[in-house]
């Protein structure tokens, strides 16, 4: 129910308009056009992202996509910085997506990520660099059922061969986890969100908080509830989804470091 009502929320902020800033010496615009190329998005409201260059009007990039302009409360176009502007879109009031524009050169380079049902913003990180958190679902089809919303921070990353978004587990991105389970954590019972609460601990080992007594508490809560009823079975239960979750690119759990807490 809630990504339901989150998508109407946000689709209500989403009347037809177009998108323009102008940084470093361009243009961007991300505008609505309908699609009139045959097929089966003929006639269907689509986006269009031109790049022009200021000081000539010429054209430097121009790209047709299916995503209409803007995310809700998150701008069709934004300046982050002088290297980057950041576009998002949508597919009718859902499955989101930010694009990153890097702006400096004679051509301008873009990256996506997707973020499906719970769009955020680009944030520019301490160090300078880019930073935005994903929610994903449907990790484990077959065994798990019901939206269950794994978090992770992506970081957008530069170099001479690379240019996109990376997930990252390092300290900065630590806190962003911790935040996350905790506000799972008041959100529901364990039993109900136990995989993802789980996924947010491990990603969060490279900070300082104690995720071993965390483990313990969520254990004793599963027993508790009496899902499983004794000690053992509850741990039993935790370690199962530890030991699954890298499968989906989590961090391995750090046992050692819980011995004589969990």
């Not at 499955?95 to 520019?124: C, E, L, W």
């Not at 027993?223 to 370690?239: K, S």
């Amino acid at each position: 129910m809630k990504p339901l009502l989150l998508a109407l929320a946000l689709l209500q902020g989403m009347a037809a308009y177009a998108g323009e800033v102008h940084s470093n010496g361009y243009t961007v615009r991300f505008d609505e056009r309908i699609e009139t190329a045959p097929g089966d998005l003929h006639g269907a409201t689509v986006g269009r992202i031109s790049i022009v260059r200021a000081a000539d009007q010429g054209p430097a990039w121009q790209e047709n996509t299916r995503l209409q302009p803007g995310c809700g409360a998150i701008a069709a176009v934004t300046v982050l910085n002088d290297s980057y502007v950041a576009l998002c879109g949508h597919l009718g009031g859902r499955h989101y997506t930010q694009k990153i524009i890097f702006m400096q050169g004679n051509s301008p380079s873009m990256a996506s990520v997707d973020q499906f049902d719970s769009p955020s913003a680009v944030r520019v990180e301490r160090d300078g660099s880019l930073a935005i958190d994903v929610l994903r679902r449907d990790r484990f089809p077959g065994e798990l059922t019901g939206p269950h919303y794994f978090p992770t921070v992506y970081r957008l990353h530069r170099d001479d061969a690379t240019f996109g978004f990376v997930p990252s587990f390092d300290g900065d991105a630590a806190e962003r986890y911790w935040q996350h389970y905790r506000a799972t954590r008041q959100a529901a019972p364990a039993a109900d969100v136990l995989p993802e609460l789980l996924a947010s601990l491990l990603a969060a080992q490279a900070g300082k908080q104690p995720i071993c007594t965390e483990l313990a508490t969520l254990a004793a809560d599963l027993q508790r509830d009496g899902q499983p009823h004794d000690a053992q079975g509850a741990r039993t239960v935790v370690l199962a989804w530890l030991h699954k979750l890298p499968a989906i690119g989590y961090p391995r759990f750090d046992a050692p470091a819980c011995r004589g807490t969990f």
